[in-house]
């Protein structure tokens, strides 16, 4: 009977699928990435800044870029990505600091030491994370 049950077992294991790993996001095309938007303050050389940053759900991973130039360099555990907003962004999502927010748009690498997480996103949009 034992026997059995290890058999079953066994098969149930084989037969059932298997979660496939998340794949690593890219720079340069578009990406979605979800997580709590909050403002940082970090000491600069003149004066301190302050940076919204997204902290991610999940860390997530980043492949480099051929051609990359060494600042599109791939990363195993991004948990933090600086937003990059142009225009009136920082007016128009200023509700959404403090919440779940969902941000599309495109990622590049740190460069300057302007830049406060090794990875940014150069944000198109951002909603919260609930609305549908």
Request: hydrophobic fraction near 45%; glycine fraction near 10%; charged fraction near 20%.
């Amino acid at each position: 009977m034992a026997r059995a049950w290890t058999l079953i077992a066994t098969l149930v294991l084989a037969l059932s699928p298997v979660q496939a790993a998340a794949a690593c996001l890219s720079y340069g095309p578009p990406v979605q990435l979800t997580g709590w938007l909050h403002r940082k303050t970090v000491p600069g050389a003149d004066k301190a800044a302050t940076y919204w940053i997204l902290r991610l759900d999940r860390p997530a991973c980043v492949d480099a870029r051929p051609g990359g130039g060494g600042i599109d360099v791939a990363y195993s555990s991004v948990r933090e990505v600086q937003l990059v907003l142009g225009g009136d962004m920082h007016q128009r999502y200023a509700p959404l600091l403090d919440a779940r927010v969902t941000g599309n748009g495109t990622l590049f690498g740190r460069h300057t030491a302007h830049h406060a997480t090794p990875v940014l996103l150069t944000v198109r949009e951002l909603r919260r994370a609930d609305a549908r």
